[in-house]
């Protein structure tokens, strides 16, 4: 009986070392873990969101930013013109140069020309001032005359450019200004501030008025007669009574003659 008991506590000494010693080994506990962060998502974009694609131009937002161009911009915006210059600076890879007028090239004009325009010469106006390539001004030395916009080419659309040392000189045959700023410029497009609007022939010519007529030469006064050497007009004569009346006379003597003359001829004989 005190074997059994003695071989009890025996091993429930032998488990309460291994336990003390598998619980002195054990790792110690990871430290708590921090709570997740969640990071919102932005919504996504939906059509009415979308931004412009990057690396377009938009040549009005430009033109606002520099200010003093609100005419020239109520003009692109109401031919369309906006649409078609951001529709080729996507497109094209040539670029292209704007000739801006400011507010007070608009004022220079004659009062109301604006408004005599038709829609189509309105947009051709606006045309006349874009060349259809990236001109930066060093390249106005070099460039071909006359210059092609996108109003066309021609006698009645000439617009060339001449550049000197400080500035660079554009006529159209109605107008003579000069670049008078940048305005904005990349590899892509360049807007140059000008102070007249150019006028091409094609509109404004036919439109230029007539040439007053001559008045005719005052007629010379008539130098007036003295009363005095003024002739009475002569009453017209009836003269047909004496022509018969010499007419009878001279067949009478002639009857008197012929007569005399037969009778000396009987005589004689």
Known sequence: MKQQHSIFSFSMLLLSICYIN?????PTA??????????AQPPV????????????????????????FTIFI????????????????????????????SDSAFSELKSGTLNT????????????????TFLSTSQFQTVSNPLGTWAGTGSRLPLNVTSYPNSVNITTGLTNTSLSGTVYTDNQLAIYKIEKVL??????????????????APEKPTKAVPAGNVESPVAPVDISSAVTFMHNN????????AAAMFAFTVEGF
Do not use: M
């Open 74 to 101: 109520r003009l692109l915006r109401s031919t369309q013109e906006e649409n078609h210059l951001f529709s080729a600076l996507n497109d094209s890879s040539s670029g292209l140069t704007i000739f801006a007028p």
């Open 45 to 68: 974009a939906t059509p009415t969101q979308a931004a412009a694609p990057h690396g377009i131009t938009n040549v009005t937002k430009i033109l606002e930013k520099a200010g003093h």
């Open 22 to 26: 598998t619980f002195a080994q054990s």
């Open 30 to 39: 990871a430290p708590a873990q921090a709570p997740a962060v969640i990071v």
């Open 250 to 257: 001279v067949v009478g003597s002639l009857v008197t003659v």
């Open 117 to 132: 325009l038709s829609d189509g010469d309105k947009s051709e106006l606006v045309k006349f001032h874009v060349v259809p």
């Open 199 to 216: 006028l091409p022939k094609d509109i404004f010519a036919s439109k230029a008025p007539a040439p007053a007529p001559v008045a005719p």
